[in-house]
């Protein structure tokens, strides 16, 4: 395994999909890699988060 680089599908910069975070994703049964990168993920999680208060 090695890194992969992955381009954000928000704000379309260019992110790593570690060794470990894949092994991660491989460890819950994703097969699909991560589709944006961490801070859009964070944001999105606090989009989400936002809503429920
Ligand atoms: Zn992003």
Do not use: T, W
Request: net charge positive; hydrophobic share 30%; aromatic share 10%.
């Amino acid at each position: 395994m090695q890194d992969k680089i992955i381009i954000c599908k928000d704000c379309g910069e260019e992110f790593v999909f570690s060794v470990s975070e894949q092994e991660f994703y491989a460890q819950k049964g994703l097969e699909h890699d991560p589709v944006r990168c961490k801070e859009c993920r964070n944001a999105k999680k606090a989009r989400n988060n936002s809503r429920k208060f």
